[in-house]
Every structure is written in C-alpha cells, then in structure tokens.
C-alpha cells in the first residue's frame, strides 16, 4: 500500500482491500463518466465465495449481519474505485444505493445499510458522507444478502 491517506486509514482500521471482484455477467464493473465513477452492484463476496446469504430480519439474517454484508459490499466497491479511479484520494462518494434481502415484515434496511456509509466516512471522511436509498426486497443475485450501488466522483 502507498501512504495516501485513504489507505492509510484503511490500515489503521485494520482492513486490507481485497482485489476487485469481477463482474458476474455482461457488464462491467464500472464506468467512468467525466468526473464520475458507476460502481456496478456489489454484493457481500469475500475471497470470490458469498460471505452472507438469504434474508435479513425475522427468521434471517439479524441486522447486525446484515450491516457486516453491507460493509463487505462496500469494501469491495472501494477496492474497484481504487483501482479504477487510480487510487482513493481526492474521490467522494456522492450516492450508495443499497438493496436488502428481507424476510416478513422488516423495515430495518437503513440499520443494515448503515455498514456500508459508516465504512465510507470512516475511510474516506468527510468525502465518504453521501445520499443513500436503501431499498428491501425479496430475492437478490446469487441469493446475497445485500447488494450495494455506487456513484462516486474525483475531486479536482
């Protein structure tokens, strides 16, 4: 790792950025456009192998999970954009929409989402405070727990 100051919080937090997944399908991991960056959905793989799988809430998954999922999801859309933007500095989040698999009557998903945007400010500060939709839903891709959007930007 370099001494930028992203990744050197990321080592003070004690995480590693895994290598960037590779798209599941026909896509691409992300686009750029002008000074933004599309991060495709992430979902919560760890070392190529889904990490938390099935619904969250009631006879699922427990929101703390869920916020482990979400954070996972997130660690790996921050491992494409460092890749891709060529590094994490001067790169602010400005949107994360997180989709969560729930179970019954759950309206939690902003609790699991928060994962994801506390990993984001934690790494990143200020330019890691974004919007966020977060978003329940039946089933998702390879039966994830969590799937995970990002729209990022490079600051000039």
Do not use: K, W
Not at 9 to 28: K, N, S
Not at 33 to 42: E, K, L
Not at 121 to 133: C, F, P, S, T
């Amino acid at each position: 790792m370099t001494d930028s100051p992203a990744l050197h919080r990321l080592r003070d937090l004690g995480i590693q950025l895994p290598t960037p997944p590779q798209p599941a399908g026909a896509y691409t991991r992300s686009v750029r456009s002008g000074n933004q960056i599309f991060v495709s959905g992430q979902l919560p793989l760890a070392d190529g192998e889904m990490a938390f799988c099935g619904p969250v809430g009631d006879a699922g998954l427990s929101v703390e999970a869920g916020a482990a999922a979400a954070r996972l999801c997130a660690l790996n859309a921050l491992s494409i954009l460092n890749a891709d933007a060529g590094g994490l500095d001067g790169l602010r989040i400005l949107r994360m929409t997180g989709y969560v698999a729930t179970a019954g009557d759950f309206t939690g998903q902003a609790q699991v989402m928060n994962g994801a945007s506390e990993l984001m400010a934690a790494v990143l500060g200020e330019l890691g405070i974004h919007a966020r939709v977060a978003v329940g839903v039946q089933r998702l891709p390879l039966d994830a727990a969590v799937e995970l959007e990002v729209i990022a930007e490079l600051q000039s």
